[in-house]
């Protein structure tokens, strides 16, 4: 299984940007998919996941201006964000955790910097 992310780029503050990932292999479907991001200089953070179902859950600083979908026809995951800011300025990596093998898998990171 390999996640290849992508959409990353220079955005100033206000923008929009949707970040995509694109999932190889057959474990897709049934299973939640995460973005996460690491900022310099600080831990990894969670952003947002969504499950199968498909449900969706999101980090309170991201809340309202974020969304993430999935198409399994696809096998691909996305990360619409809007109304961006200086301090959304990260790496963004996608992870999935398969239900089955509890193996993890991340994407190698696509780079978003917020900034006039």
């Known amino acids: 299984v390999q996640l290849q992310a992508s959409g990353g780029g220079l955005v100033q503050p206000g923008g929009s940007l949707r970040l995509s990932c694109a999932a190889s292999?057959?474990?897709?479907?049934?299973?939640?998919v995460g973005w996460y991001r690491r900022a310099p200089g600080k831990e990894r953070e969670w952003v947002a996941t969504?499950?199968?179902?498909?449900?969706?859950n999101y980090a309170n600083s991201v809340k309202g201006r974020f969304t993430i979908s999935r198409d399994n026809a696809k096998n691909t995951v996305y990360l619409q964000m809007s109304s961006l800011k200086p301090e959304d300025t990260a790496v963004y990596y996608c992870?999935?955790?398969?239900?089955?093998?509890?193996?993890?898998?991340w994407g190698q990171g696509t780079q978003v910097t917020v900034s006039s």
């Open positions: 969504i499950s199968s179902a498909p449900f969706t």
């Open positions: 992870n999935i955790r398969d239900i089955y093998s509890g193996l993890d898998y």
């Open positions: 292999g057959n474990i897709f479907s049934r299973n939640a």
